[in-house]
């Protein structure tokens, strides 16, 4: 299956996107997001916040750009595999954050996937 130029900058700028937006959003309510790592008792909670950020941001905007698709796709991928077993342990919770947990473990993996076709465009 080939991905045609129109689709496959679709898909970039709205991956990338997403990726901008959410480091922004972690950068700016850097007190909230470390407050939750560290009660998830995730360690050095503010280096691997800050980290994170400029991961999105950097690696959003190469995607936009077109830039290193493979390299920026797999850094993305490893990001997000890592916070789904550091912080979105739903197997460890009950209830409402169970479900809450599941919820974005699940959006989690389907940017994985998403990534992965990413750095699948030639």
Not at 37 to 44: E, P, S
Not at 77 to 84: D, N, P
Not at 99 to 110: D, E, I, P, S, W
């Amino acid at each position: 299956m080939e991905i045609s130029g129109h689709s496959a900058l679709i898909a970039r700028l709205l991956v990338g996107s997403y990726f901008i937006v959410a480091g922004y959003v972690y950068a700016r309510d850097w007190k909230v997001y470390v407050a939750r790592l560290r009660d998830a008792r995730v360690l050095l909670a503010t280096l691997l916040l800050w980290v994170g950020v400029l991961f999105y941001i950097i690696c959003g905007l190469n995607l936009i750009l077109g830039y290193q698709l493979t390299l920026n796709s797999r850094l993305l991928i490893a990001v997000l595999l890592c916070s789904c077993v550091l912080y979105y342990r739903f197997w460890t919770s009950k209830g409402v954050q169970r479900r809450v947990q599941l919820k974005t473990f699940m959006l989690n993996l389907a940017l994985v996937g998403s990534l992965i076709m990413i750095a699948a465009i030639k």
